[in-house]
């Protein structure tokens, strides 16, 4: 047994528990170091899930708004251009019904107009008063017969 006082040994167990020792406490400090960077990095990915998340909402709300009001300007585009489209076809209508008016007086001014150069211009002659017919016979029984 070599050593101080024959206690080798025991200096050589004492310092190997002191190296293991030394070893165990820098794991530990590693391990710490590891548990600390995997707790910093879930927090950090936590946040930046968070601060996403929000943002993603935002940007759904913007989106829900602006579709809903781009759904109501359409529709109040569409309620004008029927409104200007029932306008038109009414319009178009009342116009016809004018000429139609237009067509029928302008047919009556045509008759009247007809109807006196007729009467102005008769191809045959008409009495001053109403006599009895020249052509007509009137026999003794009361009936009037035709001279043929």
């Known amino acids: 047994m070599g ?33 600390n960077g995997i707790c910093d990095s879930t927090y950090a990915l936590n946040n930046s899930i968070l601060t996403e998340g929000r943002a993603l909402q935002t940007q759904i709300a913007d989106c829900c708004c602006n579709t809903q009001l781009a759904i109501k ?6 309620h004008a251009e029927g409104e200007a489209t029932r306008a038109l076809i009414q319009q178009n209508e009342v116009q016809a019904l004018r000429d139609k008016v237009t067509d029928l007086q302008f047919q009556q001014s045509q008759c009247a107009q007809n109807a006196y150069l007729i009467n102005q211009l008769r191809p045959c002659p008409v ?15 009361g009936c009037t017969g035709m001279n043929v």
Request: aromatic share 10%; proline share 4%.
């Open 3 to 35: 050593g101080f006082g024959g206690n080798s040994r025991q200096n050589d167990a004492v310092s190997q528990e002191i190296l293991s020792n030394q070893h165990f406490d820098a794991l530990g400090a590693r391990i710490t170091s590891i548990g």
């Open 73 to 78: 300007d359409l529709a109040a585009g569409i």
């Open 127 to 141: 009495p001053a008063y109403i006599t009895s017919s020249p052509y007509a016979q009137y026999n003794g029984c």
